[in-house]
């Protein structure tokens, strides 16, 4: 990424105080708080798998890719040159090169296929895979998302699974049947609903010839990857809203001819993955479980692209803060380097300690789905709500503490502002992820019992903990919801802290369970800056 050798004396000045660039670092091996949370999660065996990956996402190779990637977008091809149509996407290498690494390293398949710890392996891997590109994230979790779902029709089930299992990635434009691995998109969202997918105006008809075949008609304003081998998605069946299967390509080998990409979304960020507007014109696809069950079928994925939400935006919050780490460390200001003033260093520690909870929340998150426990039904849309929300202004206090510099869109910080806020949009916006969690907590007496026994039992190791768990009311109105939302997020995450004895423990509870002012760095409390500071640093500040 960086350039060989550039010339730092020049006729009118001397380049200094610059950091030198923030590359072929391991980013697993150096992060202590992904390190300690993989271990606390059940994910120890994985460390070496993860120290190869981490090394090679933080390379200068891959960190170019990332950067390329985004500088290069996708390009929409409805018709070839003869007038044919084919709507293909065109991607640079080295979006296909990123794709490679993250599936191949078992992003999609390693929490299905019997591997212990699965999950915790596979968000590990996401953490670590996005930091040099976010947007390739996007078709990848979907991927290993859909898994559940496909896993409700047996003959689909049989199909595809295998090859996600596969873990392999094949950027041909070919029948699936003929292709290495896969990847499955999703297509829910319409103009007129928006997130009230029952607001659909799609319609399905059972065909004569093939059972479990339907022909769809209508369109979908956002149809995420639209390269993808196959993409679930929601239509009006005779029986009412249902899940199907769009394949890209038919069982005879032949395109499926219904399904037209119209555009390209042009994006604030996510920039290397295209995300486009389809119609569908009798495009055939296979039911997914009973007519009318579309919602309880297609909530299997959500429940599990919102697992990846949480730790998609942890993993941009670390990327952010040891960018602002690397920078402090190297630079200098008024005969001091930053990093050593306080006022900085207050900011600097603040940011570590929100970066650290949402690392550690979001791999507990992935423990429970390893265990298939109840917990995951109320604590993830909890986490999808308040780490998603964190991130942006965590990127926007690590891009201050660069000045100008860190404005400039020729660093990594301009990328990471803009992919920022759409984990936070996706799968569910603000109010949609609080509403939802009053439902569950209406209806879902399991996940109550998990939730409240999970916070229970880290009772008794802080009086702050204890005292704001009192004062949490579970029986808010929708007008409060998301204030309920934040008051357990922030109790889960100490509660995290604190059962594994992480050592920012006391400081999350004297910095987020106490008053204080509203701004990073914004406090008077006494803690260990520079404690915290040295544990999150990525590597040895030379």
Same mark, same amino acid.
């Given at each position: 990424?960086?350039?060989?050798?550039?010339?730092?004396?020049? $006729?009118?000045?001397?380049?200094?105080?610059?950091?030198?660039?923030?590359?072929?670092?391991?980013?697993?091996?150096?992060?202590?708080?992904?390190?300690?949370?993989?271990?606390?999660?059940?994910?120890?065996?994985?460390?070496?798998?993860?120290?190869?990956?981490?090394?090679?996402?933080?390379?200068?190779?891959?960190?170019?890719?990332?950067?390329?990637?985004?500088?290069?977008?996708?390009?929409?091809?409805?018709?070839?040159?003869?007038?044919?149509?084919?709507?293909? *996407?065109?991607?640079?290498?080295?979006? &296909?090169?990123?794709? @490679?690494?993250?599936?191949?390293?078992?992003?999609?398949?390693?929490?299905?296929?019997?591997?212990?710890?699965?999950?915790?392996?596979?968000?590990?891997?996401?953490?670590?895979?996005?930091? =040099?590109?976010?947007?390739?994230?996007?078709?990848?979790?979907?991927?290993?998302?859909?898994?559940?779902?496909?896993?409700?029709?047996?003959?689909?089930?049989?199909?595809?699974?295998?090859?996600?299992?596969? #873990?392999?990635?094949?950027?041909?434009?070919?029948?699936?049947?003929?292709?290495?691995?896969?990847?499955?998109?999703?297509?829910?969202?319409?103009?007129?609903?928006?997130?009230?997918?029952?607001?659909?105006?799609?319609?399905?008809?059972?065909?004569?010839?093939?059972?479990?075949?339907?022909?769809?008609?209508? &369109?979908?304003?956002?149809?995420?990857?639209?390269?993808?081998?196959?993409?679930?998605?929601?239509?009006?069946?005779?029986?009412?809203?249902?899940?199907?299967?769009?394949?890209?390509?038919?069982?005879?080998?032949?395109?499926?001819?219904?399904?037209?990409?119209?555009?390209?979304?042009?994006?604030?960020?996510?920039?290397?993955?295209?995300?486009?507007?389809?119609?569908?014109?009798?495009?055939?696809?296979?039911?997914?479980?009973?007519?009318?069950?579309?919602?309880?079928?297609?909530?299997?994925?959500?429940? &599990?692209?919102?697992?990846?939400?949480?730790?998609?935006?942890? #993993?941009?919050?670390?990327?952010?803060?040891?960018?602002?780490?690397? &920078?402090?460390?190297?630079?200098?200001?008024?005969?001091?380097?930053?990093?050593?003033?306080?006022?900085?260093?207050?900011?600097?520690?603040?940011?570590?300690?929100?970066?650290?909870?949402?690392?550690?929340?979001?791999?507990?998150?992935?423990?429970?789905?390893?265990?298939?426990?109840?917990?995951?039904?109320?604590?993830?849309?909890?986490?999808?709500?308040?780490?998603?929300?964190?991130?942006?202004?965590?990127?926007?206090?690590?891009?201050?503490?660069? #000045?100008?510099?860190?404005?400039?869109?020729?660093?990594?910080?301009?990328?990471?502002?803009?992919?920022?806020?759409?984990?936070?949009?996706?799968?569910?916006?603000?109010?949609?992820?609080?509403?939802?969690?009053?439902?569950?907590?209406?209806?879902? =007496?399991?996940?109550?019992?998990?939730?409240?026994?999970?916070? $229970?039992?880290?009772?008794?190791?802080?009086?702050?903990?204890?005292?704001?768990?009192?004062?949490?009311?579970?029986?808010?109105?929708?007008?409060?919801?998301?204030?309920?939302?934040?008051?357990? @997020?922030?109790?889960?995450?100490?509660?995290?802290?604190?059962?594994?004895?992480?050592?920012? @423990?006391?400081?999350?509870?004297?910095?987020?369970?106490?008053?204080?002012?509203?701004?990073?760095?914004?406090?008077?409390?006494? *803690? $260990?800056?520079?404690?915290?500071?040295?544990?999150?640093?990525?590597?040895?500040?030379?």
């Amino acid at each position: 990424m960086s350039s060989l050798r550039p010339i730092a004396d020049l $006729d009118t000045h001397e380049v200094i105080n610059q950091p030198p660039p923030f590359e072929d670092v391991d980013l697993f091996a150096t992060d202590r708080a992904l390190v300690d949370a993989v271990a606390k999660a059940g994910g120890a065996p994985h460390a070496g798998r993860l120290g190869d990956i981490g090394r090679r996402a933080g390379s200068a190779e891959v960190i170019g890719w990332g950067v390329d990637a985004n500088r290069n977008p996708p390009e929409l091809d409805t018709h070839d040159r003869w007038g044919r149509r084919i709507d293909e *996407v065109r991607f640079h290498p080295a979006y &296909h090169r990123l794709m @490679a690494l993250g599936l191949e390293a078992g992003f999609a398949s390693v929490a299905w296929n019997g591997t212990r710890a699965g999950h915790v392996a596979h968000a590990a891997t996401l953490f670590l895979t996005g930091q =040099p590109d976010a947007g390739t994230s996007c078709p990848m979790t979907m991927t290993y998302a859909a898994v559940p779902a496909l896993s409700v029709e047996p003959v689909v089930r049989d199909e595809w699974v295998p090859r996600v299992l596969a #873990g392999r990635y094949d950027s041909a434009v070919r029948p699936a049947a003929e292709k290495a691995g896969v990847t499955i998109g999703m297509a829910m969202t319409e103009k007129q609903g928006g997130s009230d997918v029952r607001a659909n105006a799609t319609r399905a008809e059972p065909t004569a010839d093939a059972a479990g075949w339907y022909r769809l008609t209508g &369109h979908k304003w956002f149809c995420s990857a639209p390269m993808c081998d196959a993409f679930l998605t929601l239509a009006y069946a005779p029986g009412g809203l249902t899940c199907f299967l769009l394949p890209r390509w038919l069982p005879d080998g032949a395109r499926n001819a219904g399904f037209r990409v119209v555009r390209l979304k042009d994006k604030l960020g996510d920039r290397s993955n295209a995300s486009s507007e389809v119609e569908y014109h009798g495009a055939l696809a296979q039911r997914i479980g009973g007519e009318g069950r579309g919602v309880a079928t297609i909530i299997r994925m959500v429940q &599990h692209t919102r697992l990846d939400c949480v730790v998609g935006s942890a #993993g941009q919050m670390r990327a952010a803060l040891a960018q602002a780490l690397w &920078h402090s460390a190297h630079r200098s200001a008024f005969q001091k380097r930053l990093v050593d003033q306080p006022a900085m260093a207050a900011v600097l520690a603040d940011l570590a300690v929100e970066s650290e909870a949402a690392t550690a929340l979001s791999l507990r998150i992935a423990q429970a789905f390893d265990a298939d426990d109840p917990l995951t039904r109320l604590l993830t849309p909890i986490a999808k709500y308040w780490v998603c929300k964190r991130a942006p202004g965590l990127v926007t206090e690590a891009m201050e503490c660069h #000045g100008g510099a860190g404005y400039i869109e020729a660093g990594p910080m301009p990328r990471l502002f803009r992919q920022s806020p759409l984990n936070a949009i996706w799968e569910g916006s603000g109010n949609v992820i609080a509403l939802d969690l009053l439902r569950g907590l209406a209806r879902e =007496p399991e996940g109550v019992a998990a939730l409240r026994g999970f916070l $229970d039992a880290a009772r008794g190791q802080d009086r702050r903990y204890d005292a704001w768990l009192d004062a949490i009311d579970f029986s808010a109105g929708e007008a409060g919801a998301r204030l309920l939302v934040e008051r357990i @997020a922030l109790a889960a995450q100490a509660a995290v802290l604190l059962a594994w004895n992480n050592p920012l @423990a006391e400081a999350f509870c004297t910095l987020r369970l106490a008053p204080r002012g509203s701004g990073y760095g914004a406090f008077d409390a006494v *803690v $260990d800056a520079r404690g915290i500071i040295d544990r999150a640093m990525p590597l040895i500040a030379r």
